[in-house]
């Protein structure tokens, strides 16, 4: 059974640095892209990174690009998310998801993925 687990959500203020993860069990990991998303109240849920098999291509949000920097380790079966200058508009709950390697065209779209976790909330303060 594929599961996936995010933690390090919580309450920063504005200009503040967090850093999330995402545990991965059941599958093997290091065959699969992976990528973060986020959901603010009332909209849709939202593209945020996304990385490929081996780490060796990522992939950003024009809106976190240059702020938020995502990674994973193989080895420990989990990805991390680091984010940077945080805004009040990165309130949101996250969400780490996997997909085959095969979608990476895709990568930015919901329907490229196949597993999800099941949110972070992340609370930037003005």
């Known amino acids: 059974q594929v599961q996936l687990v995010e933690s390090g959500g919580r309450l920063v203020q504005a200009g503040d640095s967090l850093g999330l993860s995402c545990a991965a069990s059941?599958?093997?990991?290091?065959?699969?892209?992976m990528g973060w998303f986020r959901q603010a109240p009332g909209k849709e849920r939202e593209f945020v990174a996304a990385?490929?098999?081996?780490?060796?291509?990522?992939y950003y949000a024009d809106s976190v690009k240059g702020r938020f920097t995502i990674s994973r380790d193989n080895a420990m079966n989990t990805m991390y998310l680091q984010m940077d200058s945080l805004k009040p508009e990165d309130t949101a709950v996250y969400y780490c998801?996997?997909?085959?390697?095969?979608?990476?065209?895709?990568?930015?779209?919901?329907?490229?993925?196949?597993?999800w976790g099941q949110g972070t909330q992340v609370t930037v303060s003005s």
């Open positions: 059941g599958l093997t990991f290091s065959m699969y892209a």
């Open positions: 990385i490929s098999w081996s780490g060796g291509s990522t």
């Open positions: 998801a996997i997909a085959p390697s095969s979608r990476w065209s895709m990568i930015f779209r919901v329907m490229a993925y196949n597993y």
